[in-house]
């Protein structure tokens, strides 16, 4: 199996990547795991107190469970992957059955910070793009899509969101194989990842 970690900051387009590679690809052949399904449960918390938890630190990721899924479809296991929502800040009851496949890409903004994971990738990737624009992105897709309001998304940016990306995802593209700008649509980068996939997949048959 080829493991591809995607990282970048929140609104890199991360998310938009992986579909642009999904689209050249046939999906039959891969998995996509997301880190933001790994956020940690906190059903001890009220509605209240979730949202003033800080989403973008290692710490509030459960690591251990992504890193047992990962392994376990590497070694041809089937895995039950938990479904997080966004508007209630915890996971559902409801889980995604993933058969392994043989490419698995992981994408998060956390998913190269993080040492016993980054070993599991065959490929690193980091998607990089400045602040302003992903500021912007964020604003445009949280209210459209998550159900915040600008007040939160700002409070959020400056009080965790800021401090996090400059402590611990920036610094995570030190770790890359390849770096992806997208201010602009990269195709290139689109298709040399793509390219990969399928010369691993004409390996792997023949
Ligand atoms: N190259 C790009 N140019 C303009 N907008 C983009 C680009 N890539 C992504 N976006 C938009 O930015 C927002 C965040 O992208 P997304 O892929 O969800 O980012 P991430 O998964 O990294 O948080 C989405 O609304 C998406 O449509
Ligand atoms: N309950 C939550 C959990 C996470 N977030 C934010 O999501 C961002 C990561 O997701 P991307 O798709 O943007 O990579 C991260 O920056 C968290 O702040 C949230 O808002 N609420």
């Known amino acids: ?8 900051g929140t609104g890199s387009g991360k998310t938009t990547v992986v579909n642009n590679i999904l689209k050249q690809l046939d999906s039959n052949n891969v998995n996509v795991l997301t880190q933001d399904n790994y956020y940690h449960y906190n059903p ?4 209240d107190e979730r949202e003033l938890l800080n989403y973008d630190h290692p710490r509030a990721i459960d690591f251990d469970l992504l890193i047992e899924h990962v392994k376990k479809l590497k070694s041809g296991q089937a895995i039950e992957e938990p479904i997080y929502s966004f508007i209630t800040h915890s996971r559902t009851e409801d ?11 992981v994408e998060g903004i956390l998913v190269l910070t993080n040492p016993e ?25 949280d209210i459209q899509e998550r159900g915040r309001d600008l007040e939160e998304i700002l409070r959020r940016y400056q ?14 593209m030190a770790y890359a194989d390849i770096i992806i700008p ?17 010369n691993t997949l004409k390996n792997h048959s023949s």
Request: hydrophobic share 45%; proline share 4%.
């Open 95 to 105: 889980i995604t059955i993933i058969q392994p496949k043989e490419i698995l890409i």
């Open 159 to 172: 009080s965790t969101l800021k401090p996090m990306h400059e402590e611990f995802i920036q610094p995570s």
């Open 44 to 47: 001890e918390l009220s509605f």
């Open 117 to 141: 994971l980054r070993k599991q990738f065959d490929v690193k990737v980091y998607v990089n793009v400045d602040s302003d624009e992903r500021l912007i992105r964020r604003i445009r897709r």
């Open 182 to 198: 997208t201010l602009k649509k990269n195709t290139v980068a689109i298709d040399v990842l793509s390219t990969v996939i399928q």
């Open 1 to 8: 199996m080829l493991t591809i970690g995607i990282a970048g």
